[in-house]
């Protein structure tokens, strides 16, 4: 790993001379006192020195695993985490730790079995998500000539990254290439050379020559990355905190990172400003100015973030810096997002370890949307990004060329420049995967048949599952799907799933169990009422209405329901979740011996939400002239509202009762009244308590339009506040 995205540097430039004598726990002391200043390679040194002395115990291993990680060394860190991950008191982090390590080497279907057992360890509800690390390399290898690449020859054995346009026809970039005769200065958080800036020429066929360094700015800390204005003389570069001579530290002595501007032509050469929100507490850096110039996209760790480091924005405003804008959750994660580039067509591209990748830091880009929000970001996927950390992306105004850095194998050695050339766009592509089971023996079904369906029960594709017994659709946003998997001698499988929100997931797993065709098997799906998407969370509860045994199950993020039944018996499903109107529905399996109750064709399961004061309208109450009595339709709709206030007891409603604008106000206020306590009746003699129910008849005094006394309107402008309603008032809680 080479010093790329270093945004927690301190100073500490004398090399190690040796370790104090003593037991292991001497050295586990002074390892410690480096792996918190985050000298993360002389922690490396220290801890095992102290397992070589024995003391192979679960803190020196955790350390040398996330040690070996954070120096990009993955390979050592998969042995020490295979060690960690065996301890009886493992904790979630290490099986994490593990799974990382693992998919950073290029072992994804390990690397899924361990993330995998890491969600089950944090993840409690029954929606919990596979990480689907393998399909997603699938995903992301899908389009291997989409991009052309190849290495720059101006790569060195030390750490060569972060090219940005210089003007037309130059870039500047970082490395430590550098090396000072006698004592050398090091990066303690890797025992590296510390950066500087260079120049290089592009030539004709993308690749760079002529590096040299940019000694203007070059200082005995670290310089780079940096980001320059469209015609090359602006410059806006990382630097330890240091101005004017003055390096600055925070309170536990670290040296942050900070942004300064320098132009490097005319009379004020090398002249260096700080950047107006510098701050010696926490770390600034890897710029990146708008084709504009107006726009400076920048890393920090600053608080207030969704964690680890993320990308902010400042704008210029009447010559001034605003303040730092957060890019939001479509683009920073708990984790590290670093080096933003903003494209000619106002894409940002950068580098991310929490959006789903290959692994390590993975390459991304976000289209521009509305008030300066970006899109979902896109993986740009393999030859670009890979196992290893790839990293500082840019590209020409003609969206065709340039250059990015990798630390993958096979280069000049560490962090290395690849040019590249995009042969087609990006597109954004999403999945459904998962795995068809045989319940009876708890195994994996090989070349069983898969169908993607629309809710109609058209047939969009069809697959066959792999030797692993998995299938995998493309599947399209904001669509509602039901998957369903055959199998001889064995009931249909069935799983639902939308992607109204699957630009955050990419790939929507579902597993599908098969049955054998024996018994009576109670299935459905719920949805939403009157928008897209399937129900998570709810309680679905089967009662036996002969024995009162029941069963229960949360639904997960189809909305799937399935319980097996017993024949010849009545039943009662009681639907549940918190802030939504319960549901039951009666179900019978009378003269029954075998087969499939679906239960939305028993009952619309579509669940509507409780919105305490907002009014719902009946649709069949009328009244005759000057009348209150209530007719065989007006009493069938006020039955299901029966219905629903049993099964919801602790509703609290108030029913309002409107007339139209014509007539005397205070006897439209009697009438309305003498209406809504008809309808109140109603709901008591059938069982409803009168504290539940509030009558209220307003009158015409909450018009819905116009037609207010002495307006003259047409009757069926008259009509609209001609309303029958209830509204919810409150919920009671036992």
Same mark, same amino acid.
């Given at each position: ?178 090396? +000072? ?223 990015? +850095? ?8 560490? #962090? ?22 045989? #319940? ?190 209530? #007719? ?103």
């Amino acid at each position: 790993m080479g010093q790329r995205h270093l945004l927690f540097l301190f100073l500490l430039v004398l090399p190690l001379t040796g370790w104090s004598q003593g037991a292991a726990d001497g050295y586990v002391r002074e390892a410690d006192r480096h792996y918190q200043q985050m000298s993360y390679a002389r922690a490396v040194e220290g801890y095992r020195v102290a397992a070589e002395l024995g003391a192979v115990n679960e803190h020196v291993t955790r350390r040398l695993a996330d040690c070996y990680m954070r120096l990009g060394r993955s390979e050592e860190a998969e042995l020490w985490y295979a060690q960690a991950v065996k301890y009886l008191n493992r904790e979630p982090r290490d099986l994490y730790g593990y799974a990382e390590a693992l998919k950073s080497n290029g072992r994804y279907q390990e690397a899924e079995e361990w993330m995998d057992r890491y969600l089950q360890m944090v993840q409690t509800d029954a929606g919990a998500r596979r990480s689907n690390i393998s399909g997603f390399a699938r995903k992301f290898t899908q389009d291997l000539d989409r991009f052309s690449i190849r290495q720059v020859s101006t790569n060195t054995p030390f750490s060569d990254f972060g090219a940005a346009w210089l003007g037309q026809g130059r870039v500047i970039f970082s490395s430590s290439r550098h090396e +000072s005769i006698g004592l050398q200065r090091r990066a303690a958080i890797n025992d590296q050379p510390f950066l500087d800036l260079y120049t290089a020429d592009v030539e004709t066929d993308g690749g760079l020559s002529n590096a040299l360094p940019l000694s203007a700015l070059n200082t005995k800390y670290h310089e780079g990355p940096a980001s320059a204005n469209a015609s090359g003389d602006v410059i806006w570069f990382t630097r330890n905190n240091f101005f004017k001579g003055r390096a600055q530290r925070s309170q536990n002595g670290l040296s942050r990172l900070s942004l300064y501007k320098a132009r490097i032509g005319g009379n004020d050469r090398g002249e260096v400003e700080q950047f107006l929100y510098n701050n010696s507490e926490v770390s600034i850096g890897h710029p990146s100015l708008s084709p504009s110039g107006r726009d400076l996209y920048f890393v920090s760790d600053m608080p207030g973030g969704f964690g680890g480091t993320d990308l902010y924005v400042c704008r210029e405003q009447a010559g001034q810096w605003g303040e730092p804008e957060n890019l939001g959750a479509t683009v920073n994660t708990p984790y590290n997002e670093s080096f933003p580039f903003i494209a000619a067509n106002g894409t940002l591209y950068f580098a991310s370890n929490g959006h789903a990748g290959l692994g390590g830091l993975d390459i991304f880009a976000a289209d521009p949307g509305a008030n300066g929000v970006f899109a979902a970001a896109v993986n740009v996927g393999a030859p670009v990004n890979g196992p290893k950390d790839d990293f500082a992306f840019i590209i020409d105004a003609s969206n065709k060329k340039g250059y990015f +850095s990798s630390n993958r194998p096979g280069g000049a050695g560490d #962090d290395d420049i690849y040019a590249f050339t995009m042969l087609a766009p990006l597109e954004q592509r999403f999945l459904c995967t998962g795995v068809v089971i045989d #319940d009876e023996y708890e195994t994996p079904v090989i070349e069983a048949q898969v169908e993607l369906r629309d809710l109609k029960g058209q047939v969009l594709a069809s697959t066959l599952t792999d030797v692993r017994g998995e299938y995998s659709f493309s599947v399209e946003k904001d669509r509602e799907y039901k998957l369903v998997a055959r199998l001889k001698g064995r009931f249909d499988g069935e799983q639902h799933l939308s992607t109204e929100n699957i630009e955050k997931q990419q790939i929507v797993a579902r597993d599908i169990h098969l049955v054998p065709d024996a018994g009576i098997w109670l299935r459905g799906a719920l949805q939403f009422k009157d928008r897209i998407g399937f129900v998570s969370g709810a309680t679905v509860s089967v009662v036996n209405l002969s024995s009162f045994f029941s069963e229960s199950m949360i639904t997960g993020d189809g909305g799937d329901i399935s319980f097996r039944l017993q024949s010849n018996e009545e039943f009662e499903v009681l639907i549940e979740r918190a802030g939504f109107y319960s549901q039951s529905v009666p179900i019978s399996t009378i003269g029954m011996k075998q087969g499939l109750i679906d239960l939305n064709e028993a009952r619309d399961l579509a669940m509507e939400p409780i919105e305490i004061g907002q009014a719902v309208p009946f649709k069949y109450i009328r009244w005759a002239s000057q009348g209150a009595q209530l #007719d065989p339709q007006a009493r069938t709709e006020l039955d299901a509202l029966v219905e629903r206030l049993t099964v919801n007891p602790g509703l609290v409603i108030e029913v309002a009762v409107h007339s139209d604008a014509r007539g005397d106000a205070a006897e439209l206020l009697k009438l309305t009244q003498k209406r809504a306590d008809a309808i109140v009746d109603h709901l008591k003699a059938k069982g409803i308590p009168k504290d539940r129910l509030v009558a209220k008849g307003y009158g015409n005094t909450r018009p819905l339009n116009h037609c207010v006394p002495g307006v003259q309107c047409s009757e069926e402008e008259y009509a609209v506040n001609r309303r029958n309603e209830y509204k919810v008032l409150s919920v009671k809680t036992d």
